[in-house]
């Protein structure tokens, strides 16, 4: 009743306030690099971390204001920077001076955060939902205590029951519209390193542990989406194998394989095939072809940003 919020929201956004613009471009600069401009992106203050590049921070800064705050426009801007599109590669000039690479001196590698990893793959199977608004997707824990998408059919003793809710293709919408509980983290999120909002998350983990590797393994997410992707690749080259395994790797890393990947990846499928003949028969090759989709899947080519 007094306005003394009101004013201080519109101090905080008037474009004069000193740290407004530069918090937020920050933000924007660690989510493309991996690491921000300044290190510690909740603390601007003494306690926090030092700006690596304190004159670039400023003319960010000064430029989204100048350029209307618009979002897109300083996405743009960075990702056309010669410092985004610099390549990733080491060398022992490099690792000499600056091993941490705080300098920028190359492009320093980070994984894809979880829900982008996840929408990842259901662009590359061909399954991705591009619904937009509505109501979140559910969230439930299944009869192995992991957390899935669908709906909570659990009795008042929270025992699992045998109904089942058809929820259509609302699974496969982007990782934005899945409910957020902080008592059912999604379990493809959470084991990826979604944020832990407890009270909240100023900057991401990224780790690199074993349970991420048994999940792109074993989930029944990543297996069914295997599937589906060599689905996709047999209705795009039917009955040419070279042809599926090349639009396969163009699809996950965004480039064509070389003639010796090509070879590599003809073999493994070739002694996949041979492997699942006695048990699946018939269907050996669509298999063989799905573990060859669920190794793209898996490769840290597809999980990390070079």
């Given at each position: ?51 690596t ?39 022992s ?7 941490d690479?705080l ?6 590698i ?11 793959v ?31 059919t ?43 909002m ?37 209705t795009a ?8 395994l ?29 492997a ?31």
């Amino acid at each position: 009743s007094t306005g003394r919020r009101l004013t201080y929201a519109r101090h905080i956004t008037d474009g004069k306030h000193p740290l407004t613009a530069r918090v937020l471009v920050n933000r924007f600069w660690l989510h493309h690099f991996g690491r921000g401009i300044v290190a510690s992106p909740g603390d601007f203050g003494s306690l926090g971390d030092r700006p690596t590049h304190p004159e670039l921070l400023d003319w960010l800064a000064s430029d989204f204001v100048a350029g209307g705050w618009r979002l897109k426009r300083l996405h743009k801007l960075i990702l056309t920077s010669t410092a985004y599109r610099q390549s990733s590669h080491r060398t022992s000039q490099l690792e000499a001076v600056d091993p941490d690479n705080l300098l920028l001196g190359r492009m320093s590698i980070h994984r894809l955060e979880a829900e982008t990893l996840r929408d990842a793959v259901l662009a590359v199977s061909g399954k991705l939902n591009r619904k937009l608004l509505g109501p979140p997707v559910p969230v439930s824990p299944d009869e192995t205590g992991q957390v899935v998408i669908g709906v909570d059919t659990r009795d008042t003793a929270g025992r699992p029951t045998s109904k089942k809710v058809d929820l259509g293709e609302e699974p496969n919408r982007r990782s934005i519209y899945i409910q957020s509980r902080r008592t059912l983290p999604l379990g493809m999120l959470e084991t990826f390193d979604a944020p832990v909002m407890t009270p909240n998350c100023e900057c991401r983990a990224s780790s690199t542990v074993t349970p991420q590797s048994l999940l792109l393994m074993n989930s029944e997410f990543i297996v069914s989406q295997s599937n589906e992707f060599a689905k996709r690749l047999r209705t795009a080259a039917p009955d040419d194998l070279h042809a599926q395994l090349r639009e396969g790797a163009r699809l996950a890393f965004g480039q064509a394989p070389s003639e010796a990947e090509l070879q590599e990846a003809a073999e493994f499928v070739k002694a996949q095939t041979a492997a699942l003949a006695p048990v699946a028969k018939a269907a050996a090759a669509e298999q063989a072809l799905a573990c060859y989709c669920q190794a793209l899947l898996s490769a840290n080519q597809f999980l990390y940003v070079d």
